[in-house]
């Protein structure tokens, strides 16, 4: 049946593929009452295992996670290992198998369930959306217990998921390959799940009132990610004139043809499009999807889940590769940035009370100079196989940029007694993420080639906010006033100075920010690869000097919510 739905758009994008219903079965057992001692010492004992198999399970998942999607998503599942640790929550379990003579799974249903209701029956959104968090450790266990739970076959391509709710764990599991978009009738904007569907670029709604009883399995289905819109079984002629820009179509030549085009706005001013990069395995996406260069390119992922710590040959391929992939494209690498929260076994980190205001970013490779040495030593080696540009992450003082530089020097040095030739000129850029490095910036920007403005960063030492504590992360807004005043004083102390300036971040890839970040004037900005051809369509629709404008009334408005409606309105 043709029908248009309406819910909650919660992951970009434009996708039309068929829909697979996935219908979770984890209650349809039969509930069994255990009636002798040995019966229930037999459950705990299952019980016991489940766990064990469970958090085996969660530390592959994490580990996947931060290869293959982000640090920062992986955080949502070291939070789940952490909730299954919980002893009040193994307690309420067994307790439901000693006390009240439950089976194993009915039991986990049952403990899992009422906690869950607990967080949804809360007035607060985020905390409510943490509901499906506990369902998810709680659909875990079950299907260690023996009850599998359906998959998505890899054999599909193009498919629609259609649930009521999906897990961040399931989320997580869906291959770019066969899942093309994402629609469920329960979760949001601030989900875990919307978290992951977001950085896997995969296109989502949520909120589809009576979805499962509306959408059959193979139904064809159009999701406009953007909107929260959701075309059921168009007609032909509507599904040629429905825009998609999905990963189920990257391929199609007028998509690639537009995603091609620069980003130029309809008064002649251009915008540079990036990409962020996670990985080398992403280079080929970010550039069919029109990415101009590399924005950002994390290197964090070749120092974890190891025992020792990258060699310079190791490096020096990856980066190489990357330089060779990208064909003369700019590719800003970002040297380690790690610590906060994040453990290498091979260094010596002593634990912080306040581990995001410690030793982190460029404090840490100052520190570790040798470590930093072999990366700076690989990358100018890479240097000679494209257009490379080295960034400094976490950057607050004059003098770390000078001690970095000097570093540097003494790499490409070391390397010429050795022999080896190495680009001369590399432009050096720093992460502006902090406060102190935004309000210093027009004296920063004398040591240095550019800035690229990290927002996620940005807003947390702004706002103060712990974006990861739940019990404060509401407060967490890009949009907010005092965030923006940072980024317009940033990129007019380095106009001034005859500097660029990037932007990276979750801000820099989402479609309603466009008019802001024209007009705020950066000269580049850099997001996931699925929301470039979406960013660029933006750009060329805007005109750069009423940027200018809506800016200046912007920098006026007294929070984050008048700042998202004024943007509303005129998108």
């Known amino acids: 049946m043709k029908m248009l739905l309406k819910g909650i758009a919660i992951s970009p994008g434009k996708v039309i593929g068929r829909a697979h219903r996935l219908i979770e079965h984890a209650n349809n057992y039969s509930r069994s ?63 439901k198998i000693q006390v009240e003579g439950k089976d194993a799974v009915w039991a986990v249903s049952e403990a899992t369930e009422e906690i869950a209701q607990e967080f949804a029956s809360l007035e607060d959104e985020y905390f409510r959306e943490r509901a499906v968090d506990i369902r998810d450790i709680g659909r875990r266990l079950i299907a260690c217990l023996g009850n599998g739970l359906e998959e998505v076959s890899d054999e599909a391509t193009n498919t629609i998921i259609v649930a009521e709710e999906l897990t961040p764990s399931q989320t997580a599991s869906f291959s770019r390959r066969t899942v093309a978009g994402i629609i469920t009738e329960k979760g949001g904007p601030t989900s875990h799940t919307a978290v ?47 825009p998609t820009n999905g990963q189920n179509n990257w391929r199609d030549k007028m998509c690639i043809r537009n995603a091609l085009a620069k980003a130029i706005t309809r008064d002649g001013h251009e915008i540079e499009v990036a990409t962020n990069l996670r990985n080398f395995e992403e280079a080929e996406l970010a550039l069919a999807y029109g990415a101009e260069g590399v924005g950002l390119f994390r290197t964090e992922f070749l120092y974890m889940n190891r025992q020792e710590p990258p060699g310079e040959e190791e490096q020096f391929l990856i980066y190489r590769d990357v330089l060779l992939a990208l064909k003369d494209k700019p590719v800003i690498v970002r040297t380690l940035d790690i610590g906060g929260d994040k453990h290498l076994p091979y260094l010596e980190q002593d634990k912080e009370d306040n581990p995001f205001l410690g030793l982190r970013g460029i404090r840490l490779c ?19 196989y494209g257009n490379l540009k080295l960034m400094f992450p976490m950057v607050t003082t004059l003098e770390e940029i000078r001690e970095a530089k000097t570093l540097l020097e003494e790499a490409r040095e070391e390397l010429q007694v050795a022999g080896i030739e190495t680009s001369i000129n590399i432009p050096i850029g720093i992460m502006i993420e902090v406060p102190a490095a935004a309000l210093m910036a027009d004296i920063l920007a004398s040591e240095v080639d550019f800035f690229s403005i990290g ?18 992360a509401v407060l967490y807004d890009a949009y907010h006033p005092a965030v923006l005043k940072f980024i317009y004083q940033v990129v ?7 500097k660029w300036v990037g932007l990276c971040g979750e801000l820099g890839g989402d479609s309603l920010a466009a008019p802001l970040l024209v007009g705020l004037g950066l000269d580049e900005i850099s997001m996931s690869p699925v929301f470039i051809p979406e960013m660029k369509e933006r750009i060329r629709a805007l005109s750069y000097e009423e940027g200018r404008e809506l800016v200046r009334r912007l920098l006026e408005l007294p929070g984050a ?8 309105e005129t998108s």
């Open 455 to 472: 927002t996620n960063d940005l807003t947390q030492y702004t706002l103060a906010v712990d974006r990861d504590n739940e019990k404060v």
């Open 33 to 95: 009452f255990l009636t002798s001692e040995v019966e229930k010492e037999k459950e705990l004992a299952r019980l016991a295992q489940a766990f064990n198999q469970a958090k085996e399970q969660l530390a592959s998942l994490i580990d996947k996670t931060k290869r293959e999607i982000g640090l920062q998503e992986a955080k949502i599942f070291e939070a789940h290992l952490l909730l299954l640790s919980d002893p009040l929550l193994g307690e309420k379990i067994r307790t």
């Open 196 to 242: 992951v569907a977001r950085s896997l670029g995969i296109p989502a709604v949520s909120g589809v009132t009576n979805l499962l009883d509306l959408v059959k399995d193979g139904d064809f289905v159009f999701i406009d990610g953007n909107n929260g819109v959701i075309h059921l079984n168009p007609d032909v002629e509507e599904i040629k004139n429905l």
């Open 366 to 384: 100052l520190k570790h100079k040798k470590l930093f040495k072999t990366q700076l030593k690989a990358l100018l080696r890479a240097s000679s």
């Open 561 to 568: 919510k008048e700042v998202r409606e004024v943007l509303v």
């Open 492 to 498: 007019d102390a380095a106009h001034r100075k005859g």
